[in-house]
């Protein structure tokens, strides 16, 4: 009786590790057509290197990957340590603000922010450049940080940042010594999607006018120079490799728990802080906290319903398509609920690889989803239709193809979040049902899955709100006639008809503030 239990608990690995791989290995189908397709060699990238252009690019793209990023970790942890470690006024309610602009795709707030600005002064060009990304960008993207470290220091225990006062160190001093290394692995989830959403980003960049490596590698897809494109889609890759390198090197050993504090039945005897009085600091927290609010939410908004005033007063609501406006909403929530599906149920294997059975080719698994997530959009899309126009033309020009796009492209977002939920699941429950003699199958539904659910949740939620925001992918492989949010404000846009765009960046933040409620609501319970 022994004997066959044994086998199935040997074999259950094995399964797991072949099918973690096989996802991996879709994963990377679009770094395969960029070295493959376009033959690329090493001398070729040399000198496209090598061009002043092209190092321009590249230059542009780094000074980006690191300030945003950089900016929004200085600002998600300030902000969260105001709102957990401190008596500010209104500390929920200026939670949920914060946590709001994860509802306002980064391309929709630059629409805002250059349409306000046209609106008041059509020659004005105080927004272009890094400064102006940095800003906008940063202020978009600052709660994929804010978030996690909330969270993370609700669940801190406090005793040894008492023990560290108790020694003489200073609030600032304990902080930096005591708090901010555990809250590393909520630092490092937040900063990586935020620099590989920087590799990527588009739209937000074309508004703003600051060219990057991806804004080079569409340009020149758009005008034919399809070589060129893929030589530049080498190198972004390359950079991305450098950063999930970086991130590796810089938070080693981030996302494994300690063996004493992985099982936990209940609360035990974790003390959690009493908020520390700001005193005279009040009034520049509160001042600060409303300058945060005011450019991540009051002017995106602002802009928005400056352009829907402007249609309603100037050309009025009759002759607008309201029908085709109505047609993209749902197209995008059905397509968004499709896609986020899809992606949890693929990414399951690889989250329960890296969390069960951590190793060197587990690892390496989980980084290999990571890749695609810095390659533009086109290139993605340029892959599958490459792929299903030569080998599976029933997929061309079909809703399948654009979900397996997203798939590709927001796999490593439900990874990370089910990472999260499967090590609160702590492994020693697993072994104590397959010791009762429960298969994998059934210790998985009736075990693991329920206490893993709330991070399977939240990734599910992390892909539905990427697939409004995602642009150029969607541009690319949406179905001929089928309408989405985002392709019916870009169109417009790039015509700078702002007014007629509103209502679609309208539509687009209403509907990606519903996932970013409910995550916002879990991550600050």
């Avoid at 950063?243 to 004493?260: E, T």
Wanted: glycine share 8%; aromatic share 8%.
């Amino acid at each position: 009786m022994s004997r066959p239990k044994r086998r199935a608990k040997m074999r259950a690995p094995r399964l797991l590790a072949l099918v973690a791989v096989l996802v991996a290995g879709f994963a990377l189908i679009p770094v395969g057509y960029v070295l493959l397709r376009g033959g690329v060699s090493l001398g070729a990238l040399v000198d496209t290197l090598t061009l002043p252009t092209t190092m321009g690019y590249l230059v542009n793209t780094v000074l980006l990957t690191i300030l945003v990023p950089l900016a929004s970790v200085v600002l998600g942890v300030l902000l969260a340590v105001l709102v957990v470690r401190t008596d500010l006024p209104g500390r929920r309610i200026w939670a949920m603000l914060f946590a709001l602009p994860l509802g306002i795709p980064a391309f929709v707030g630059s629409y805002a922010w250059v349409s306000l600005s046209y609106a008041v002064n059509p020659a004005s060009t105080a927004l272009f450049g890094l400064p102006g990304a940095v800003l906008i960008l940063g202020s978009s993207l600052y709660p994929y940080v804010f978030l996690p470290v909330v969270a993370a220091l609700r669940s801190l225990d406090t005793t040894q940042e008492e023990m560290a006062r108790s020694l003489g160190h200073g609030l600032v001093a304990t902080f930096l010594k005591v708090t901010l290394p555990q809250l590393r692995p909520a630092l490092s989830g937040g900063a990586l999607i935020i620099a590989l959403h920087m590799l990527a980003e588009y739209g937000a960049l074309v508004l703003l006018r600051y060219q990057t490596l991806t804004t080079a590698i569409m340009a020149r897809y758009e005008f034919g120079r399809a070589e060129e494109a893929l030589l530049l889609s080498t190198l972004l890759t390359v950079l991305c490799l450098a950063v999930l390198g970086f991130d590796r090197l810089l938070f080693r050993g981030v996302g494994r728990a300690a063996p004493d504090s992985r099982i936990r039945l209940g609360s035990g005897v974790t003390r959690t802080s009493t908020p520390a009085p700001l005193h005279a600091w009040q009034v520049p927290a509160l001042l600060g906290s409303s300058a945060v609010v005011f450019i991540g939410l009051v002017v995106p908004l602002t802009g928005i319903f400056g352009g829907l005033f402007q249609r309603l007063f100037g050309s009025g609501f009759a002759d607008y398509d309201w029908l085709r406006l109505l047609t993209a909403i749902g197209n995008t929530a059905s397509v968004g609920a499709l896609a986020a599906l899809v992606t949890t149920l693929v990414a399951i294997p690889v989250s329960m690889f890296i969390t069960r059975h951590p190793s060197t080719l587990s690892m390496l698994t989980e980084r290999a989803t990571w890749i695609t997530r810095s390659l533009p959009g086109i290139v993605v899309a340029l892959a599958l239709v490459f792929l299903a126009s030569r080998y599976l033309p029933g997929l061309y020009q079909t809703i399948a193809l654009m979900v397996l796009g997203y798939v590709l492209l927001f796999l490593p977002l439900a990874v990370g979040a089910q990472r999260s939920g499967l090590l609160a699941a702590a492994p020693q429950f697993d072994e104590l049902s397959r010791s009762l003699g429960q298969g994998p199958l059934t210790t998985f539904r009736r075990v693991t899955l329920p206490l893993a659910l709330p991070g399977i949740a939240s990734g599910a939620l992390l892909v539905f709100l990427d697939v409004g925001k995602e642009l150029t992918a969607t541009l690319l492989l949406h179905p001929t006639g089928f309408d989405m949010l985002s392709t019916g404000l870009w169109s417009r846009t790039e015509l700078l008809d702002y007014k007629d765009a509103a209502p679609y960046a309208l539509a687009l933040v209403v509907l990606s503030s519903i996932p970013a409620y409910f995550l916002a609501r879990r991550m600050l319970r």
